[in-house]
């Protein structure tokens, strides 16, 4: 049975079972979770250190709740107007209340259906999260009534790390390219600091230039403190589902996020480790990892995505086409590991309830999960 409570100040309704309890904020619908790993649970998801703080400028409800994975429409920061519509950062679905429709409860499943209404768009938006018995994952579903466009779209997974630079393996399925920003992510004028090159396509993600000259890897996390940057890889859509990985083997957990390319067709990695010194952030954000997967134009929101942009013009989708018929999904996942374990390799289908982690040092570890839930 579902139950609201109050998780980091903020009303969330709740579910779980033996792996995994989840909590969606009322507010937004942001999605944290505490997973079994064995002897303890962990909570790998980033909650904003200003959660019992008042809002500094009355700034949009997302930043206010800022924690774990939300569902973004229109994805990005939506400067602009579209059409006449002027969308808070990352949609109405990141900043509005979702009610509780429905608590499922069957044999070996729990879940929850929750709904919010779209007033800009005049339409509906409905989340579904699921937990099966003896899955250390979460199944997420979005679905739309009364609602026909074309949007941006992402999920905002983001996570939390050991403020030790290097200290968690960051892992992608193979992209076909990636990109640094075209233009500055943070500027020193707005008391912001970025450190990446702009402009550049990103050939080796363990050596990604700088304006200072050098390189960053990008394959490691925390990366040198002090920045605020921004990256998009372009995935693979041939493959079957794309996977995101972060390991942190002196914390013994493995995070894993699983996705369709077809319907979800970026990565983005936002990057805070210490760039941002305006409020609420005042430099005291470190360490944290927004593994992104999106179909977008960066973060620049609806009117760059659907306009023609680079991507559109080297054939990579930058928004999808929403109607009643569209379903967003994505599978979050988390398992112990050792001490000496160095990233992953590849996710792998074994059967129709099994997947494979395969590590680097060739560990090959089998995880209950129903990856045909995302689609084909």
Not at 62 to 91: S, T
Not at 101 to 126: A, H, I, Q
Request: with cysteine; net charge negative; hydrophobic share 30%.
């Amino acid at each position: 049975m579902a139950i609201l409570k109050t998780h980091y100040g903020r009303p969330s309704y709740t579910v779980k079972n033996e792996k995994v309890e989840v909590y969606i904020t009322v507010e937004g619908g942001h999605l944290t979770a505490d997973f079994n790993i064995g002897t303890r649970t962990i909570n790998p998801y980033f909650i904003a250190p200003w959660w019992e703080e008042a809002p500094y400028y009355k700034e949009d409800k997302i930043i206010q709740v800022l924690r774990g994975d939300f569902f973004c429409m229109p994805f990005g920061g939506n400067d602009d107007e579209y059409n006449g519509k002027k969308y808070p950062v990352h949609g109405e679905t990141a900043n509005n209340n979702w009610e509780l429709v429905n608590v499922k409860k069957s044999s070996g499943k729990v879940g929850l259906d929750l709904k919010t209404e779209l007033s800009l768009d005049n339409g509906e938006v409905f989340k579904t999260i699921e937990l099966y018995d003896n899955h250390p994952v979460i199944y997420s579903t979005h679905r739309f009534s009364k609602l026909s466009g074309s949007f941006p779209v992402g999920h905002h997974p983001t996570l939390k790390f050991p403020v030790k630079e290097g200290v968690a393996y960051i892992d992608i399925s193979k992209p076909i390219t990636g990109f640094t920003t075209p233009v500055p992510f943070e500027e020193a004028k707005n008391k912001g600091y970025s450190r990446l090159k702009l402009n550049t396509e990103i050939l080796d993600r363990s050596k990604v230039p700088t304006l200072d000259g050098e390189s960053l890897d990008l394959t490691r996390y925390p990366t040198s403190f002090g920045y605020e940057d921004l990256v998009v890889f372009i995935n693979d859509q041939s493959r079957d589902f794309c996977f995101s990985a972060t390991s942190v083997p002196s914390e013994g957990y493995l995070y894993f996020q699983l996705k369709n390319p077809k319907v979800l067709a970026e990565t983005l990695f936002w990057m805070s480790n210490g760039g941002r010194h305006y409020p609420p952030w005042n430099g005291r954000v470190r360490g944290v990892l927004g593994i992104e997967e999106i179909t977008a134009y960066y973060h620049y929101g609806i009117k760059p995505s659907i306009d023609n942009n680079e991507f559109q013009k080297r054939g990579f989708k930058s928004y999808l086409d929403i109607d009643e018929n569209c379903e967003i999904k994505i599978i979050m996942g988390a398992i112990p590991i050792d001490s000496d374990f160095k990233g992953v390799e590849d996710i792998v289908k074994k059967n129709q309830d099994t997947i494979t982690i395969k590590g680097k040092n060739g560990e090959a570890i089998d995880i209950p999960c129903f990856v045909d839930f995302l689609g084909n």
